[in-house]
């Protein structure tokens, strides 16, 4: 297991800093689109909780419109959700959103592969409500993995928890591989926002 461990996050740090650098032009790209359609910030930052219950800061394109929880507080997307921009729609169905959290795979914050980092206030909501709900804190949070793949957006998170549970149990780097070149494809389709959880 420290082996796997040790190679996965060496593996980790080399792809996503490759990736920072050949993504620099869709960085600039999403940037001016974001900013043009709805003004700055073009970067949302949001509070999730890692390996061990660490808070860690993550990172993404903004896809919602300005200040779109100062009244609400944490809420999650809906269906047809008002609060996301066209620019946002076309970035959620790609994933394209995500490609800030590339610098946080890189930090180590988060890695490629592993259950999806949940906000500290749905933490505390599903640890209560869910036994068992802590267990995915026990390995880094990933940009993918068995639940984003294989689960829907509106899935309820105690059957989320099982793919998260199934990850932990059976993870190896064939596992991983698999699980990436999945998500490449459906990125490919741009069939992120039917198919995975998009939180």
């Given amino acids: 297991m420290l082996c796997y461990q040790v190679t996965k996050r060496l593996l980790d740090t080399c792809v996503s800093g490759g990736a920072l650098i050949l ?10 689109a974001i900013a043009l359609s709805d003004g700055w910030p073009v970067l949302y930052r949001q509070r999730r909780v890692g390996r061990g219950g660490r808070v860690f800061t993550a990172y993404k394109f903004r896809s919602m419109v300005k200040d779109a929880e100062k009244r609400s507080g944490a809420v999650l997307a809906t269906e047809n959700d008002p609060r996301i921009t066209p620019v946002g729609r076309l970035l959620r169905k790609t994933a394209f959103d995500e490609i800030p959290q590339l610098l946080n795979i890189f930090k180590g914050d988060m890695s490629w592969v592993g259950p999806r ?3 500290p206030e749905f933490v505390r909501q599903f640890c209560q409500e869910i036994p068992g709900y802590d267990l995915r804190h026990s390995v880094t949070p990933g940009l993918t993995g068995v639940a984003q793949v294989y689960g829907r957006y509106y899935t309820e998170a105690a059957d989320k928890l099982k793919y998260d549970l199934y990850y932990i149990q059976k993870q190896s780097l064939w596992l991983d591989f698999r699980l990436f070149v999945m998500s490449w494809l459906i990125t490919f389709k741009g069939r992120w926002d039917s198919t995975a959880e998009r939180r």
């Fill in 117 to 119: 980092p949940e906000r």
């Fill in 23 to 32: 993504s620099s032009p869709l960085w600039a790209a999403i940037s001016a």
